[in-house]
């Protein structure tokens, strides 16, 4: 069983950044790559960020692309979304996910990934 574990979330002005982190408590963790959802009330999860079990291939979701940036350190079992940028419309709860397996590329594919985080809140104020 994998279990993620979210921090970083909380209240910032719009034009400001935030830090995301996702602790991983699995035995293995470059058996997995990793992803970042986010979810704005009565909205979707949607997809916003995926890194590959080696962290050299990423991919973004479009409303996020050339502000967010993911990232891994294998050594501690963690993921990170730095967000800058930020605007009132990426106010969302930010969820990790985790999917087995070392694929080449990560998927945008909410339905493929194995597990979840409980998720973090982020807002941003105008």
């Known amino acids: 069983q994998v279990q993620l574990v979210e921090s970083g979330g909380g209240l910032v002005q719009a034009g400001g950044s935030l830090r995301l982190s996702c602790a991983a408590s699995?035995?293995?963790?470059?058996?997995?790559?990793m992803g970042w959802f986010r979810q704005a009330p009565g909205k979707e999860r949607e997809f916003v960020a995926t890194?590959?079990?080696?962290?050299?291939?990423?991919s973004y979701g479009d409303s996020v692309k050339g502000r967010f940036t993911i990232s891994r350190d294998n050594a501690k079992n963690t993921v990170y979304l730095q967000m800058n940028s930020l605007r009132p419309e990426d106010t969302a709860v930010y969820y990790c996910?985790?999917?087995?397996?070392?694929?080449?590329?990560?998927?945008?594919?909410?339905?493929?990934?194995?597990?979840w985080g409980q998720g973090t809140r982020v807002t941003v104020s105008s």
């Open positions: 996910a985790a999917r087995f397996g070392r694929m080449r590329i990560g998927t945008a594919t909410l339905n493929n990934y194995d597990y």
């Open positions: 699995v035995h293995t963790f470059t058996n997995y790559s």
């Open positions: 890194i590959s079990w080696t962290g050299t291939i990423t």
